[in-house]
Structure formats: C-alpha cells, structure tokens
C-alpha cells in the first residue's frame, strides 16, 4: 500500500540526491533507479491529485505552502556528517583509533552527530509529510495499491543491482 508518507519519500528519490538507494559507483543503475522514482512519483502525484511542483499545485495557498516543502526537502538533502564522503573510511578509522583517547573522543562525537543527523533527516521527513497531509486535505488518508499504480501505467518494480554493474571504471 502507497500512502502519502510514500508519496513524499519518492519524491525525494525522485530528485536523484542520495536518498532511495542510490549507489555512488553505478551511473547505469542510478539513471534506471531515478527513471523508476520519477514514475512513481508521476503516478503516486495522478492517483493523489496532487502535483509537488511550484507549477503544480492549485491554489495560492498549496504554492506557499509547496516553498516550504521545496526549502524543507533542500534542507533534508543538506543533512551530512563528516564521514557523508568517505565510500571506504578503513583506513581512516584505524587511524583515529590509533589516537587513544583523542580518537575515543572523535569516534563518541562522530557517534552523536550520526545519530542527531539521523533524527533531524526522521524530523524532515515528519515536516514534509505534516505539509503534504496540509496540500492534500480530504484525501490525505488515501491509499493506493500495484493494481492502482498499473491502471494509470506506472510499473511499481524496482530495478535490481543484478542487473546493473555496481562498480564502473
């Protein structure tokens, strides 16, 4: 079942910026993955009525509201820590490991922002859901299934890492 807080999650998907299972090593399976988010969100957004898009919502107020949502989902991909660019930090811990207490300090404190950055992205999700839910109105607590999706030609299937080499170059 799709519900709204699936709509919001495959719009950020859809935006093709870390988030939905993207893999930094695979341009080809990333471009399939984004191609099937932004079909989704097509057909989650027909079955909602509702289009999250400064041009696509329908009254004055949905368009505030939407640049609020906008500046709220830029503000969900900005979340980071320190470690956000490391594919293979081995090394790196190891090393900060090696610096005894001074390390124990960098690991604690890499520990927290982990888990403060992990409850802000859980508090953006919230916010963006509370304004989607506000957009939507009497159809907030709609649902919707495969069959729903394949009526209005959206195939709900994920693409596989099977299929795509993870690791190019």
Same mark, same amino acid.
Request: hydrophobic share 45%.
């Given at each position: 079942?799709?519900?709204?807080?699936?709509?919001?999650?495959?719009?950020?998907?859809?935006?093709?910026?870390?988030?939905?299972?993207?893999? #930094?090593?695979?341009? #080809?399976?990333?471009?399939?993955?984004?191609?099937?988010?932004?079909? /989704? @969100?097509?057909?989650?957004?027909?079955? =909602?009525? @509702? *289009?999250?898009?400064?041009?696509?919502?329908?009254?004055? &107020?949905?368009?505030? @509201? =939407?640049?609020?949502?906008?500046?709220?989902?830029? !503000?969900?991909?900005?979340?980071?820590? $320190?470690?956000? %660019?490391?594919?293979?930090?081995?090394?790196?811990?190891?090393?900060?490991?090696?610096?005894?207490?001074?390390?124990?300090?960098? /690991?604690?404190?890499?520990? *927290?922002?982990?888990?403060?950055?992990?409850? !802000?992205?859980?508090?953006?999700?919230?916010?963006?859901?509370?304004?989607?839910?506000? /957009?939507?109105? +009497?159809?907030?607590? @709609?649902? =919707? %299934?495969?069959? +729903?999706?394949?009526?209005?030609?959206? +195939? +709900? &299937?994920? $693409?596989? &890492? *099977?299929?795509? $080499?993870?690791?190019?170059?």
């Amino acid at each position: 079942m799709y519900d709204r807080r699936d709509l919001v999650r495959v719009y950020l998907a859809a935006q093709g910026n870390r988030f939905g299972g993207y893999y #930094a090593e695979s341009s #080809a399976y990333n471009a399939a993955l984004k191609a099937h988010y932004a079909a /989704m @969100l097509d057909g989650l957004q027909q079955l =909602f009525g @509702l *289009r999250l898009h400064r041009d696509g919502v329908d009254t004055f &107020t949905h368009r505030v @509201l =939407f640049m609020l949502f906008s500046s709220t989902a830029a !503000s969900f991909f900005a979340l980071r820590t $320190p470690w956000s %660019d490391f594919l293979e930090a081995g090394l790196l811990i190891r090393k900060v490991e090696e610096a005894g207490a001074e390390g124990e300090r960098i /690991m604690a404190a890499s520990q *927290r922002i982990d888990a403060l950055t992990a409850e !802000s992205r859980e508090t953006h999700l919230e916010m963006l859901d509370a304004l989607v839910a506000v /957009m939507l109105g +009497d159809r907030a607590e @709609l649902t =919707f %299934d495969t069959a +729903d999706l394949r009526a209005v030609g959206v +195939d +709900d &299937t994920k $693409p596989s &890492t *099977r299929d795509y $080499p993870l690791y190019e170059g």
